[in-house]
């Protein structure tokens, strides 16, 4: 059993397996290694329509201790800082996990949003309805090639393309699109007070062939806004797993020199530039625009804020997502320096 309750972001996850089908379902075996309330299993998509400017993330979250589920779907247009604002938020905490009694072949939360799995690693198929609201997702996710899963074997990510039809407020879109979505199990999410800067969980589809993954921290070489709040961080703590998948070949990345720029009064990311390395030595050039984003505290101690972003590496366009994560500290000192 695990004898301190670290949150899973603060450890560097490297090197990959091979995942199999049933790690796209519960994974009570491997929980059941695990002490502590905060022992989490999720299951993540998104929604990337950069055209219109539109973003969301479906999202459940399983506490096996606690036998706890929360979840729902969350979508918006443009600058949306807070959730509640947006066009589509409709989560629940505190639910029973016996909703999951069909483990994730197939499951419906009480607000309606549901997945079905079609095939494990392969496809799914998401919908949710809110007829009072002109409210309705309806999305098949294909995978584009096998997930990347981690060499702790208990976090996978992978490439999809996403297509359906989404309707916000009574408008319907045709959505065409791409998403990288993530797994996770076994693992803790201890819910105190961190004391680092923003980790920032980055993903980009240039096209099936191409697309890539990053979860990293400013590097404080190049005089992020954070530095005056964390003088003592160190460059060595600043990449926390990443991965780029080109033509059919997955390389890590092992290196990643990457820049923020925040509006200084909401903290919402603007501009991200990055200097990724993989395992090969081949370096990427990365420059991210944010397109659309809004906030919500996942849980009380800190902020989630999920950004759209267009990239640009080598002349090639991607968008996907950067999902910051800020915690009190640094919250605190921004706030207090301005």
């Not at 519960?26 to 950069?50: R, V, W």
């Not at 309606?112 to 079609?118: A, D, L």
């Not at 007829?131 to 999305?139: H, P, Q, S």
């Not at 903290?267 to 944010?290: N, S």
């Amino acid at each position: 059993m695990a004898k301190h309750d670290t949150p899973f972001f603060l450890s560097r996850n490297s090197g990959f397996k091979v995942a199999k089908p049933e790690d796209d379902y519960l994974h009570p075996k491997a929980n059941a290694e695990i002490s502590g309330d905060s022992l989490t299993e999720t299951q993540y998509f998104g929604l990337c329509m950069p055209k219109e400017r539109i973003h969301g993330l479906f999202y459940l979250w399983h506490h096996p201790n606690l036998k706890v589920v929360s979840g729902g779907v969350w979508v918006w247009q443009g600058m949306r800082p807070e959730a509640l604002s947006c066009e589509i938020f409709d989560f629940n905490y505190f639910l029973s996990d016996s909703v999951l009694k069909n483990d994730l072949e197939g499951y419906t939360l009480p607000n309606g949003y549901g997945v079905r799995m079609i095939e494990p690693l392969k496809k799914h198929r998401l919908t949710y309805t809110d007829e009072k609201r002109g409210n309705e997702v309806d999305l098949t996710y294909t995978a584009l090639a096998p997930p990347v899963l981690f060499g702790d074997g208990r976090h996978f990510e992978q490439g999809l393309k996403v297509q359906g039809k989404l309707t916000m407020r009574g408008k319907t879109y045709e959505v065409n699109s791409y998403n990288v979505r993530d797994r996770s199990w076994g693992k803790l999410r201890n819910e105190a007070h961190v004391d680092i800067p923003p980790l920032i969980w980055m993903t980009g589809v240039f096209n099936d062939h191409f697309f890539f993954n990053c979860n990293a921290i400013d590097h404080p070489d190049l005089n992020p806004d954070w530095k005056h709040a964390f003088p003592d961080f160190s460059g060595d703590q600043t990449l926390l797993a990443g991965w780029i998948h080109k033509d059919g070949e997955v390389s890590e990345v092992v290196s990643c020199r990457k820049r923020t720029t925040r509006d200084p009064v909401t903290l919402i990311p603007q501009r991200i530039e990055m200097e990724l390395t993989d395992a090969k030595q081949r370096v990427y050039r990365i420059k991210g625009e944010i397109l659309a984003a809004s906030c919500m505290a996942t849980w009380p101690n800190e902020r989630s804020v999920i950004c759209q972003t267009r990239w640009e590496c080598d002349g090639q366009i991607a968008h996907g997502d950067s999902q910051e994560v800020h915690f009190y500290d640094f919250m605190r000192a921004m706030y207090r320096r301005s």
